[in-house]
């Protein structure tokens, strides 16, 4: 995977356990049909975001996979009005049964309402 414009770089995600408990403990909850954004302000200047997609979310695996790249896309191609924060992507029951254009509607409308607000 060479540079370029359709990469996710390690800067953008948060990789460790002690970075999800941070933002699960001091999170501000976005809500949407199926997921929950969790977000806290990361000091940074740019936006990380990590995943929790369980089993209960989906059984199958191939479908969990579907729904991280598709919020991974909205995130890599609209992240940038987010600013400096951490976000955890909770999916729950149900979420994989939406397709990849509502699916990307929904983390997009989330995203929008997010930059808004942290756009001060």
Known sequence: MGAGPHRF???NRLLTAGQFRAVMQDARKWKGPGFTLMVRKNGLDHPRIGFAVSRKCARNAVVRNRIKRVV?????TEGRCLGGVD???VGYH???ERNNAELRRLVSLRFAELGACHAS
Not at 72 to 76: D, G, I, L, T
């Open 94 to 96: 149900g979420l994989g």
């Open 72 to 76: 991974r896309e909205c995130f890599r």
């Open 87 to 89: 976000i955890v992507f």
């Open 9 to 11: 770089p390690k800067r």
